[in-house]
């Protein structure tokens, strides 16, 4: 049963210091998005790719974020300072193709004190 | 700008009762839409998904889904809930180049009573 993994599943961290969060989309999947969902604001696209480039990534502060696709396996959604308000469940989904279903993994919930 | 109104914040039914679950959408062209599903600590799982034709679309778990186009609505059906339908329901407009942009609906969280 393939999924989509993420890691790490919880993360607490200090304002200002850098989080790094990974996921691994199902295998041959070439479409990868990254959502933030809080209680005030709800599920929010924050950037996608097809086959490893960056699509959109308006949804992303472009201060302190940045998504990037090393390779095929393996997904990065960086913050760099982090602060309080980034505190969210961070969820990574693939697909196969743009107008397919899209396979949520199982979040990275992200505390920063 | 598209978006997705689910006016129902918490709706609580009856197990074995029917559900309706209600979706209503604004966007200019014809929309792809989508109804997830999230049990706690998990991510979402898709119910079901409407691209064209037939407007009554049929996904997992027994629900359904009705487009219609003259209400903006897509609202989620089920005849008859049981225990482990309690989640929170999502539904979605698809927009951008390949409609692969999902703007989300705020969710509506549903709990069955024995």
């Known amino acids: 049963d393939a999924r989509v993994t993420q890691t790490p599943r919880h993360k607490v961290t200090e304002m200002g210091q850098e989080v790094t969060m990974r996921c691994q989309p199902i295998?041959?999947?070439?479409?990868v998005f990254w959502y933030r969902q809080t209680m005030m604001q709800g599920l929010e696209l924050l950037a996608y790719f097809r086959n490893r480039a960056p699509l959109d990534d308006s949804g992303m502060p472009k201060d302190r974020f940045s998504a990037e696709m090393p390779d095929a396996t393996l997904a990065t959604l960086k913050i760099q300072p982090s602060e309080p308000r980034d505190s969210a469940v961070y969820f990574c989904?693939?697909?196969?193709?743009?107008?397919?279903?899209?396979?949520f993994g199982p979040g990275t919930r992200l505390t920063v004190l | 700008a598209q978006s997705v109104t689910q006016p129902d914040i918490h709706i609580t039914v009856s197990e074995g009762a029917s559900l309706e679950l209600r979706c209503n959408y604004s966007?200019?062209?014809?929309?792809?839409l989508f109804w997830y599903v999230q049990s706690p600590g998990q991510g979402l799982q898709l119910l079901l998904k409407y691209f064209s034709g037939d407007t009554l679309v049929q996904g997992i778990k027994g629900f359904e889904a009705e487009f219609k186009r003259s209400q903006s609505s897509f609202n989620l059906r089920k005849p008859s809930v049981h225990w482990s339908d309690a989640a929170e329901y999502f539904c979605?407009?698809?927009?951008?180049?390949?409609?692969?942009?999902?703007?989300f609906g705020t969710g509506t969280r549903l709990t069955i009573i024995p």
């Open positions: 295998l041959g999947h070439n479409t």
């Open positions: 989904a693939s697909g196969l193709r743009l107008t397919d279903t899209q396979y």
């Open positions: 966007y200019g062209a014809t929309p792809y």
């Open positions: 979605a407009v698809g927009v951008g180049f390949g409609n692969e942009k999902l703007t």
